[in-house]
T-cell receptor
Framework: ETGVTQTPRHLVMGMTNKKSLKCEQH?????MYWYKQSAKKPLELMFV???????ENNSVPSRFSPECPNSSHLFLHLHTLQPEDSALYLC??????????????FGPGTRLTVT | QKEVEQDPGPLSVPEGAIVSLNCTYS??????FMWYRQYSRKGPELLMY????GNKEDGRFTAQVDKSSKYISLFIRDSQPSDSATYLC?????????????FGQGTELSVKP
């Protein structure tokens, strides 16, 4: 595997389900990100992890719960979602040195549909 | 006012045309500027990266930054049908923790054979 991988690629879940999205980066980076991409909207940053520590939570509802067990893996745990949470969820990674680390590399995304 | 403005298009051009894609921004602290290309059903792919003002060229692609006007551009020469995608601009300031990026909405480009 190379780059940033995400599983599953597609997910359909009911509002009462619990599911998890997985991201793995094979680039040796030290920072990982979750983004939400909805139609006709800019990418919305959800969470940032630097060296496994969460450094940003962009006012994301608690029904989204991130987990970063090590610098290569990132999870997004989902529970009691709403239909408006249907979107493409993208994971990205970068190498942060000081405050620099702007070249982010993205995975293919998970297309989530909440019914 | 949004921090980054980008015309969503769609933009349709014939094969071989020169394409100009643009973003404006309001935060004068932005110093790092990127262009991403996103094909349908795929994640964004980093195309170009520039720091501060000036031009950068890579093959058929040229990125320009005009900090005085808070305006960035991506030019595609000899456009090909394979260039059909959504192009996202992204930018960041020196002080942003962990390299936080602010994205434009994306411009959908279609290059017709």
């Amino acid at each position: 595997e190379t780059g940033v991988t995400q599983t599953p690629r597609h997910l359909v879940m009911g509002m009462t389900n619990k599911k998890s999205l997985k991201c793995e980066q094979h680039l040796g980076h030290n920072a990982m990100y979750w983004y939400k991409q909805s139609a006709k909207k800019p990418l919305e940053l959800m969470f940032v992890y630097n060296f496994k520590e969460q450094t940003e939570n962009n006012s994301v509802p608690s029904r989204f719960s991130p987990e970063c067990p090590n610098s290569s893996h990132l999870f997004l745990h989902l529970h009691t979602l709403q239909p408006e949470d249907s979107a493409l969820y993208l994971c990205a990674s970068s190498q942060v040195v000081g405050n620099r680390g702007y070249e982010q590399y993205f995975g293919p995304g998970t297309r989530l549909t909440v019914t | 006012q949004k921090e980054v403005e980008q015309d969503p298009g769609p933009l349709s051009v014939p094969e071989g045309a020169i394409v100009s894609l643009n973003c404006t921004y309001s935060n004068s602290a932005f110093q790092y500027f990127m262009w991403y290309r996103q094909y349908s059903r795929k994640g964004p792919e980093l195309l170009m990266y520039t720091y501060s003002s000036g031009n950068k060229e890579d093959g058929r692609f040229t990125a320009q930054v005009d900090k005085s006007s808070k305006y960035i551009s991506l030019f595609i020469r000899d456009s090909q049908p394979s260039d059909s995608a959504t192009y996202l601009c992204a930018m960041s300031a020196m002080y942003n923790q962990g390299g936080k990026l602010i994205f434009g909405q994306g411009t959908e480009l279609s290059v017709k054979p």
